[in-house]
């Protein structure tokens, strides 16, 4: 058995569009045994939902911390780019946290 390709709907747009790229038409020439095609619909992503998963990046700060690096800053004691450095986050991040923080 094949491990095939498991492509997105993103690939499978491109093959009914009008004009399709043709390296893109030549490479699904080339494996088109060997697809495995993946939907991401919106009743699929609400069953997944159902069973408790969620979806999107996980936080990479805790509840705890935010507030930890918003009294620093708002103290004086630390700095944004020092926080950005110390807590491996971006300085948009920081200056986010501060602000929820100010706006309680």
Known sequence: MSRGWLIDT???SEWIKPRPDAGM???LDEVDEDLMIREQT???LA???AEGRIGGRRKK???AKRPEIAESVISGRKIGAELVRLDNVSAPTVSRIVAEHRTG
């Open 61 to 63: 700060l805790d509840a």
């Open 47 to 49: 069953a997944a939902r």
């Open 42 to 44: 919106s009743p699929g």
């Open 25 to 27: 038409v030549r490479w």
């Open 10 to 12: 993103n690939i499978v």
